[in-house]
């Protein structure tokens, strides 16, 4: 898959040098014997979006817990807008929203009573309170089912209830705990673009994902914990430049086919129990002109080839020797 960070970026370009909306330094976390976070420091500057990517029980929650308030840290400082939740907890949270793996919707109340309902916690007037949440119903596009109850809804739907939720109370920092997991590539798309936008007005994001794809479309950086530790962190264009680079493979018919190409080509690998052939190099149309004109001129039929860009997969088992999501 092309790397399309790029354009999520440039749709959505990070601001210059602004100050951290959050920042952690040396976190610390430990239940009994287990050390699930062993001195992690994350900064994530206003209006940007930060990805935390790790694998199941890499600890990504328990640093959502921790950022959130939710839980307090063995060890380790932490900044929330300027706010110390150590000291100041309450100001944490008013300026901050979360939206966790378990939903806040109430199935047997209709949409937009859930979102009266955050209003009414919020202590909006009640004016204000209405039109935050039509404003809301209207931009998640909810606003036709308003009135069914919220069991009735897709998980696409419920999703998209879920975080207008927290939207309610205008936070400038979000913090999403896996807000895709278990959604349909379509819906994973819709909330794609709400989350961009969110970051487009100037908030500020930390969200928790399993999927590689998700930190490459969304994120302007990436933190990648594993083993208690972010083992890297950097943007995705700067994480896919510390793995090898692409590769072609091509596929033969038969072992015949496959030894007369791999005596003509410099090939980087082999498999004759798949009949194929890793050759370096990128998509670049002239160098796949150059292998087919090759291959023509000796006669070898190509059944199929394939250029293979390297994603956050590929950085995430460079890093950390297992295969992502
Ligand atoms: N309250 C708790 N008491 C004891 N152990 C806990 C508690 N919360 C989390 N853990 C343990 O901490 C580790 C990290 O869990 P955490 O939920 O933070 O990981 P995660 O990266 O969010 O995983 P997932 O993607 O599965 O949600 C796990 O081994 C988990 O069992």
């Given amino acids: 898959m092309p790397p399309q ?3 999520a970026a440039a749709a959505n370009p990070a601001p210059a040098n602004p100050a951290p909306a959050i920042s ?4 610390r976390k430990s239940f009994g014997a287990n050390a699930v976070l062993d001195g992690i420091d994350l900064t994530v500057p206003a209006g940007t979006i930060l990805a935390l990517l790790g694998p199941n029980g890499a600890g ?4 959502v817990h921790l950022l959130t ?3 307090r840290p063995d060890a380790g400082d932490i900044r929330i807008t300027g706010h110390d939740p150590a000291k100041n907890p309450q100001a944490v949270r008013r300026a901050i929203g979360v939206t966790g793996q378990f939903s806040a919707v109430d199935g047997y109340l209709t949409g937009r009573e859930n979102l009266m309902l955050m209003a009414d916690l919020h202590l909006l007037p009640p004016a204000v309170g209405r039109r ?3 404003d809301l119903l209207a931009r998640f596009e909810l606003t036709e089912a308003a009135d069914k109850t919220a069991a009735t809804y897709s998980g696409g739907m419920k999703r998209k209830l879920d975080l207008a939720m927290t939207l309610v109370g205008d936070p400038k920092v979000i913090f999403l705990d896996e807000p895709t997991t278990g959604l349909d590539p379509r819906s994973r798309r819709v909330m794609w673009g709400i989350i961009r936008g969110l970051a487009a007005e100037g908030r500020t994001i930390l969200l928790t994902t399993q999927y590689l794809e998700e930190a490459d479309q969304l994120a302007h950086r990436v933190a990648v914990l594993d083993g208690g530790r972010i083992v890297a962190e950097g943007t995705p264009a700067e994480l896919k430049k510390r793995i090898p680079g692409g590769h072609i493979e091509l596929t033969f018919a038969d072992r015949t086919e496959l030894d007369a190409a ?4 410099a090939s980087i690998g082999r498999d004759d129990d798949t009949l194929t052939l890793q050759l370096a190099g990128d998509g670049r149309i002239g160098t796949l002109r150059t292998l087919l ?5 000796a006669s070898v039929e190509v059944e199929a080839l394939a250029v293979h860009t390297p994603d956050l997969d590929d950085v995430f088992f460079a890093l950390t020797g297992q295969k992502g999501a």
């Fill in 5 to 7: 960070n790029s354009s």
């Fill in 24 to 27: 952690a330094r040396g976190l």
């Fill in 60 to 63: 990504k929650t328990t640093a």
């Fill in 69 to 71: 308030t939710y839980l």
């Fill in 132 to 134: 935050r949440v039509e």
């Fill in 262 to 265: 791999a005596s003509v080509l």
């Fill in 293 to 297: 004109r090759q291959l023509d001129d």
